[in-house]
Every structure is written in structure tokens, then in C-alpha cells.
């Protein structure tokens, strides 16, 4: 069994920026991909980034490539996506999930977080 957090999220105006966090519990996170989505009301959830095992690929959604980015840090089993220049289609609750790279960019993780809502005002 895998647990997902995600915190970070919060209320900002157009032009600013956030960073979201996942933390992660019960299962070797070091070994997977993580991926960040996002579900805006009456919208699908739509895959926003992904990182592999080590970093060392990263895939992004044209609508956030360039402001967005995401890292993490396996020796404190988290993810973050940094957001910069949120404009007010950012609004969405957002979320991260473990899997393999391929089915995380198809919206198919293995174990979701929550989420976290993020809200921008114009």
C-alpha cells in the first residue's frame, strides 16, 4: 500500500507562484516514476508532469511547459511541482500519483493522492 499527501496548494493571483508537495509512504519510492495532475470542475483529470525513478526524465503538458516544474527528492520520498506565472486556467484541484512513466502520461497511476486545490484569481 502506497499513501500520497499532497500540500502546497492555496489561493494566489495571475502572475504568481506556488509549489506543491507529495509526500510519499509504503513503498520503495525511489524505484518509480511520479506524476502531477490536475482536475479543473467539470473537467477531466489531465496529466500536468512526470519524472522518472531518478529524475532524470521529465515530460510536461503543453499548457504548463515552461512555467512548470517538477522535481523531487528521493531521500524524503517527495515530489514538487514548482508553478510559476499561474494564470487562472491553473485553477484546478491537483494531484500526484506513482506508477510507470508511460501509464502516469496517460492519466494511469497506480496510487493517487487526494489533491490539493488551487485557486487563481484575475
Known amino acids: 500500500q502506497v499513501q500520497l499527501v499532497e500540500s502546497g496548494g492555496g489561493l494566489v493571483q495571475a502572475g504568481g507562484s506556488l509549489r506543491l508537495s507529495c509526500a510519499a509512504s509504503?513503498?520503495?519510492?525511489?524505484?518509480?516514476?511520479m506524476g502531477w495532475f490536475r482536475q479543473a470542475p467539470g473537467k477531466e483529470r489531465e496529466f500536468i508532469a512526470a519524472?522518472?525513478?531518478?529524475?532524470?526524465?521529465?515530460y510536461y503538458a503543453d499548457s504548463v511547459k515552461g512555467r512548470f516544474t517538477i522535481s523531487r527528492d528521493n531521500a524524503k520520498n517527495a515530489v514538487y511541482l514548482r508553478m510559476n506565472s499561474l494564470k487562472a486556467e491553473d485553477t484546478a484541484v491537483y494531484y500526484c500519483?506513482?506508477?510507470?512513466?508511460?501509464?502516469?502520461?496517460?492519466?494511469?497511476?497506480?496510487?493517487w493522492g487526494k489533491g490539493t486545490l488551487v485557486t487563481v484569481s484575475s
Open positions: 500519483a506513482t506508477g510507470s512513466l508511460d501509464n502516469i502520461r496517460i492519466v494511469r497511476g497506480d496510487y
Open positions: 509504503g513503498r520503495t519510492f525511489s524505484s518509480y516514476a
Open positions: 519524472i522518472s525513478w531518478n529524475g532524470g526524465i521529465t
